[in-house]
């Protein structure tokens, strides 16, 4: 979809996937996968402007996949949303440890997530 920014969404519950996909495709082009691993495949398939993590996946975990993202020049630069349920101080210590840009807590405001993206991807402050 030419003109629109990718978001690469990497969840392992199908639901979130397409909660996502629903509410962010009218203005994103967005790649989806079920894990860290699938997440990488997809960043180096599609060049995203942004990448939305949940923490707990199989094979790779979300934070595993940031670090991953941020240690690699090619795609150090590319914005990363932790979307997740684990909302212990020392989750959220660790998802900004491993680079991501912000964290945000499931159950989460679908208004807030979508501001939040496009507040990033626009460049302004968070």
């Not at 440890?97 to 679908?110: E, R, T, V």
Request: aromatic content about 4%; proline content about 6%.
């Amino acid at each position: 979809m030419p003109g629109k920014k990718k978001i690469v969404v990497a969840d392992d519950e199908p639901i979130i996937i397409s909660l996502l996909t629903e509410l962010m495709s009218g203005t994103y082009d967005i790649h989806t996968a079920a894990n860290g691993v699938q997440a990488l495949n997809a960043v180096e398939r599609t060049k995203p402007d942004m990448v939305i993590l949940d923490v707990t996946m199989p094979e790779m975990d979300g934070f595993e996949a940031c670090r991953c993202l941020k240690r690699n020049t090619a795609t150090s630069k590319i914005p990363v949303i932790m979307l997740t349920a684990r909302c212990r101080v020392m989750d959220i210590e660790t998802g900004i440890k491993s680079g991501a840009d912000a964290y945000i807590i499931k159950p989460f405001s679908p208004g807030m997530l979508i501001e939040r993206v496009d507040k990033i991807l626009s460049g302004s402050q968070v």
